[in-house]
C-alpha cells in the first residue's frame, strides 16, 4: 500500500509562484496515476491536474490550465505540481492521490472517488 506526503506549500502573494512535492512510499510510482485535488474552506474537494502512469497524458481543471503544471519523476518516486501566476482563489488545501493504473483512468481522471489513496495535504495560501 502506497503512502503519499506532501510538502512545498506556504503563504506567497498574488503573481507569485511554488513547487508543490508529492513523495511516495511503500510502492512504486511507475505502476500509479497520480492526481492533484485542492479543498477550499467550506467547498468540496476539487480536481486540479492529473497525470497517467508513463507520464504522456496530463489532465487540468481549465482555471489552471497555462499556470500550473503536473510532472513526475519515477526515479524519485515523486510527483509535483508547478503554481505560476498564482492567484488568491488558488488558496487551499492541495492533496495528492495515486490510483493502480488502469484503462479507465482516462475516463475517470477527475473524480477523486476514482483514487485509493491520498495524502494529508499541504496548506497554499494566496494573499492579494
Known amino acids: 500500500q502506497v503512502q503519499l506526503v506532501e510538502s512545498g506549500g506556504g503563504l506567497v502573494q498574488a503573481g507569485g509562484s511554488l513547487r508543490l512535492s508529492c513523495a511516495a512510499s511503500g510502492g512504486t510510482l511507475i505502476t500509479y496515476n497520480m492526481g492533484w485535488f485542492r479543498q477550499a474552506p467550506g467547498k468540496e474537494r476539487d480536481f486540479v491536474a492529473a497525470i497517467n502512469w508513463s507520464g504522456s497524458t496530463t489532465f487540468y481543471q481549465d482555471s489552471v490550465k497555462g499556470r500550473f503544471t503536473i510532472s513526475r519523476d519515477d526515479a524519485k518516486n515523486t510527483m509535483y505540481l508547478q503554481l505560476n501566476s498564482l492567484k488568491p482563489e488558488d488558496t487551499a488545501v492541495y492533496c495528492c492521490?495515486?490510483?493502480?493504473?488502469?484503462?479507465?483512468?482516462?475516463?475517470?481522471?477527475?473524480?477523486?472517488?476514482?483514487?485509493?489513496?491520498w495524502g494529508q495535504g499541504t496548506q497554499v495560501t494566496v494573499s492579494s
Open positions: 492521490a495515486a490510483v493502480p493504473k488502469s484503462p479507465r483512468y482516462y475516463y475517470t481522471a477527475k473524480s477523486p472517488a476514482s483514487y485509493s489513496f
